[in-house]
Nanobody, 124 residues
Framework: QVQLVESGGGLVQAGGSLRLSCAAS????????MGWFRQAPGKEREFVAS????????YSVDSVKGRFTISRDNAKNTVYLQMNNLKPEDTAVYYC?????????????????WGRGTQVTVSS
């Protein structure tokens, strides 16, 4: 069984930075792809970025490229999302997600494990 625990959310002004963490437990083969989704009020949950545990390859969606960086620390079993130059439209609950497999892109339907989420609020 894989468990995911997020931390690091909060309130920040536009242009500021936050780093989210997701501590994972359980077999790495069951969570070879780990990533972040976000859900803003009244909107669908959307995929943001992912990292492949086996080789640390990363992928992110166009809307966050150049601002968000995903990484993983093998020794700490933790995935990070460094968010820079935050915008009010980045305001959402951010969820850590994991699944087995090799392909980098993630969809809600194929996620096997979810964290409980952490709130990120960006004020203008």
């Amino acid at each position: 069984q894989v468990q995911l625990v997020e931390s690091g959310g909060g309130l920040v002004q536009a242009g500021g930075s936050l780093r989210l963490s997701c501590a994972a437990s359980g077999r790495t083969s069951s969570r070879n792809i780990m990533g972040w989704f976000r859900q803003a009020p009244g909107k669908e949950r959307e995929f943001v970025a992912s990292v492949r545990w086996s080789d640390a390859s990363t992928y992110s969606v166009d809307s966050v490229k150049g601002r968000f960086t995903i990484s993983r620390d093998n020794a700490k079993n933790t995935v990070y999302l460094q968010m820079n130059n935050l915008k009010p439209e980045d305001t959402a609950v951010y969820y850590c997600a994991a699944r087995s497999g090799y392909m980098m892109t993630m969809s809600k339907r194929t996620v096997d494990y979810w964290g409980r989420g952490t709130q990120v609020t960006v004020s203008s």
